[in-house]
């Protein structure tokens, strides 16, 4: 079992920042990949970063240049910093762990970015 705990969420201003966090516990050396998604109103939820045990990390295209995923493990914590907001990144941000065949996932922090 894994559990997570995001935080960092907030109202802010377009083009501002924030950083994202998510803390992980139980079972965190089975943690293959961990990943932060969102989910904005009306819409499906999808995938935004991904990270490895190795440190590989991965965007998708839109989130590039803007998002950056990072992890520190001796801290069982996973991170997302992100800058130039925009209105269109408003949504709940989810952190999950994939551990096995299994994906766990955090409850959510929201994002909301005013124009």
């Known amino acids: 079992q894994v559990q997570l705990v995001e935080s960092g969420g907030g109202l802010v201003q377009a083009g501002g920042s924030l950083r994202l966090s998510c803390v992980t516990s139980g079972s965190t050396s089975s943690i293959a990949v961990l990943s932060w998604y969102r989910q904005a109103p009306g819409k499906q939820r999808e995938l935004v970063a991904s990270?490895?045990?190795?440190?590989?990390?991965n965007y998708v295209d839109p989130v590039k240049g803007r998002f950056t995923i990072s992890r520190d493990s001796a801290k069982n914590t996973m991170f997302l910093q992100i800058d130039s907001l925009r209105p269109e990144d408003t949504a709940v941000y989810f952190c999950?762990?994939?551990?096995?065949?299994?994906?766990?996932w955090g409850q959510g922090t929201q994002v909301t970015v005013s124009s």
């Open positions: 990270i490895s045990s190795s440190g590989r990390t």
């Open positions: 999950a762990a994939m551990s096995g065949l299994r994906r766990y």
